[in-house]
């Protein structure tokens, strides 16, 4: 049983040994040129020769160049990701901190702030609405 496979697998590979490509180029009768694997006419048809494909200097350093741009972009890409979450966490802070100063502004509770004698300021009702609307537009701005 095992020669068979291994009769088997050999003659599928000499099946695919002729199998080889030539490419035509040729000029109709218009004069365009045309390319394909069966020339429409033998008389005008000539086999097209196709090298290997070899990078020279230049090609390799233009890939490195490119390979190079791109690494540096996804530098910056990062640089501008990590900084953008930072600004949110900052933002995502500030707007916690306000929403807990605007809570006993809006309780109506007697608010005081100590100067710098050490003693206590009430917070006049003038000064109680302009906190407010100081601290709500931080919310405002902050917590998106």
Same mark, same amino acid.
């Given at each position: 049983?095992?020669?068979?496979?291994?009769?088997?697998?050999?003659?599928?590979?000499?099946?695919?040994?002729?199998?080889?490509?030539?490419?035509?180029?040729?000029?109709?009768?218009?004069?365009?040129?045309?390319?394909?694997?069966?020339?429409?006419?033998?008389?005008?048809?000539?086999? !097209?020769?196709?090298?290997?494909?070899?990078?020279? /200097?230049?090609?390799?350093? *233009?890939?490195?160049?490119? @390979? $190079?741009? %791109?690494?540096?972009?996804?530098?910056?890409?990062?640089?501008?990701?990590?900084?953008?979450?930072? !600004?949110?966490?900052?933002?995502?802070?500030?707007? /916690?901190?306000?929403?807990? *100063?605007?809570?006993?502004? @809006? $309780?109506? %509770?007697?608010?005081?702030?100590?100067?710098?004698?050490?003693?206590?300021?009430?917070?006049?009702?003038?000064?109680?609405?302009?906190?407010?609307?100081?601290?709500?537009?931080?919310?405002?701005?902050?917590?998106?």
């Amino acid at each position: 049983m095992k020669w068979a496979k291994s009769l088997l697998f050999m003659g599928i590979l000499l099946l695919a040994l002729p199998v080889t490509a030539e490419i035509y180029k040729w000029v109709d009768d218009e004069g365009n040129v045309h390319f394909g694997d069966k020339p429409q006419s033998k008389a005008n048809a000539e086999t !097209v020769k196709i090298d290997k494909f070899t990078p020279d /200097q230049s090609y390799r350093t *233009r890939m490195e160049s490119i @390979k $190079q741009n %791109v690494e540096s972009q996804r530098e910056e890409s990062m640089d501008k990701k990590a900084e953008q979450q930072k !600004v949110a966490s900052e933002n995502a802070q500030r707007c /916690q901190q306000a929403k807990r *100063r605007l809570i006993p502004f @809006k $309780q109506k %509770v007697r608010v005081f702030r100590y100067d710098d004698a050490g003693e206590r300021n009430y917070v006049s009702d003038s000064e109680r609405a302009s906190e407010i609307n100081r601290l709500e537009a931080i919310v405002k701005q902050t917590c998106k």
